[in-house]
């Protein structure tokens, strides 16, 4: 059993910063690459940071620069931070296993960016 508990999300102007955190228990964390995701409304879920148990990380465009992934393999935790954030952020993130366990799957945390 594989539980996914996510923090830090909340209300913000646009150009301000989040920081969001992640716990994983229940599973041999190091051996995963893990992923932060976004889910907005009437979009698709998607992915917008990932990083192998190594610390190699990708972004996509729509991010790369802003936002950055990092883990903590001793604690079990990853964590996004983000800058210079745009109201196209909003939504709620989910982190997760790259590629996703669909069976486990956190409460999300709820990131709002206002213009």
């Known amino acids: 059993q594989v539980q996914l508990v996510e923090s830090g999300g909340g209300s913000v102007q646009a150009g301000g910063s989040l920081r969001l955190s992640c716990v994983v228990s229940?599973?041999?964390?190091?051996?995963?690459?893990m992923g932060w995701f976004r889910q907005a409304p009437g979009k698709q879920c998607e992915l917008v940071a990932s990083i192998t148990p190594t610390y190699r990380t990708k972004y996509p465009d729509s991010v790369k620069g802003r936002f950055t992934i990092f883990r903590d393999n001793a604690k079990k935790m990853v964590y996004l931070q983000m800058n210079s954030l745009k109201p196209e952020d909003s939504g709620v993130y989910y982190c997760?296993?790259?590629?996703?366990?669909?069976?486990?799957w956190g409460q999300g945390t709820q990131v709002t960016v206002s213009s």
């Open positions: 229940g599973s041999i964390f190091n051996i995963h690459d």
């Open positions: 997760n296993r790259d590629p996703p366990w669909q069976s486990y």
